[in-house]
């Protein structure tokens, strides 16, 4: 009995990569993350005057042509908050709390 063979073709993975069906797996994941991002970001004390506003500023945009080549289907998880990138990364007064990438890590699967 012969062995299976297989020959990849670039142009059918590339396909594939940029297909609907990729964009909406990768879309439902980025809904994964947001949830959880949502879930743990902070809201800050009774005295912000934007309480709430960094946890309800969370959003997944699906991509048709993206990553680093534009050669595949992606899906963006970002914060729309003035003052997201300051709770991301941290400042000298404030600490960083790293929710993107935590909930990236916890709930991309």
């Not at 990569?17 to 743990?40: F, Q």
């Not at 990553?67 to 941290?90: F, L, S, W």
């Not at 404030?94 to 991309?108: D, E, F, I, S």
């Amino acid at each position: 009995m012969m062995p299976a063979r297989f020959k990849m073709s670039k142009r059918g993975v590339g396909q594939l990569l940029r297909s609907d069906m990729v964009l909406a797996e990768m879309v439902r994941r980025g809904y994964v993350i947001k949830s959880t991002a949502e879930a743990i970001a902070p809201v800050g004390g009774p005295g912000d005057p934007h309480r709430g506003l960094y946890r309800s500023s969370f959003y997944v945009r699906p991509v048709p042509r993206g990553g680093r080549r534009r050669d595949r289907a992606v899906a963006i998880v970002g914060n729309t908050a003035p003052y997201g990138a300051h709770v991301e990364y941290g400042t000298e007064q404030v600490r960083a709390h790293h929710v993107l990438l935590r909930a990236a890590q916890a709930g991309g699967r």
